[in-house]
């Protein structure tokens, strides 16, 4: 589970839009220029182990906690979307920020492209269960890897599939 938080110079017009409508290489693209022009920024990470425990929505509350404060002093007001984070901060969760507010959607490119070249890792690390292709969605080659191969220590053991597999055992 991985959260960015962004600040961003205030008054200029920036080309974030909502992460989920780019390519990973325009993802790529516009997480690198961000690096560049970012006032600061900031990526964490919440384990499997964390959303397995916490849920998803508590994970990612606390993935999006811990890059809030890796910012540090330079915080005095979050947008984020749709997901109030309790930090103490002035806090605007407003619905599909992602597509109105730059500086939420700058953060959605840094997250999803920073997840992306960790699951290019974890691809190399657990080759067969393809990473680097899907991003770790649930989609048929995964499964059908999962179904082979069993878990690995990234595997979150809430998700249904691998709750499965792990009740039922690896077919390999």
């Not at 002093?73 to 979307?81: A, F, K, M």
């Not at 070249?117 to 989609?139: I, K, M, N, S």
Request: proline share 4%; aromatic share 6%; glycine share 8%.
């Amino acid at each position: 589970m991985a959260a960015a938080a962004v600040l961003l110079q205030p008054g200029r017009d920036y080309p974030y839009r909502d992460s989920k409508t780019l390519t990973r290489a325009e993802r790529a693209r516009l997480a690198a220029r961000l690096r560049g022009e970012a006032v600061a920024c900031a990526v964490a990470f919440a384990s499997a182990a964390e959303v397995d425990a916490l849920n998803v929505l508590g994970a990612t509350r606390l993935a999006a906690r811990r890059a809030v404060a890796l910012l540090g002093e330079q915080v005095d007001g979050l947008v984020t979307d749709y997901l109030e984070l309790g930090t103490g901060h002035r806090e605007v969760a407003a619905a599909r920020a992602d597509a109105t507010s730059y500086q939420v959607a700058a953060a959605s490119v840094l997250a999803k492209h920073e997840r992306d070249l960790r699951l290019t890792r974890l691809d190399d690390e657990y080759p067969g269960y393809g990473f680097a292709r899907h991003a770790g969605y649930g989609v048929p080659e995964h499964l059908r890897a999962l179904r082979a191969l069993g878990p690995c220590p990234h595997h979150r053991h809430s998700f249904a599939p691998v709750a499965a597999v792990c009740l039922f055992g690896a077919a390999g």
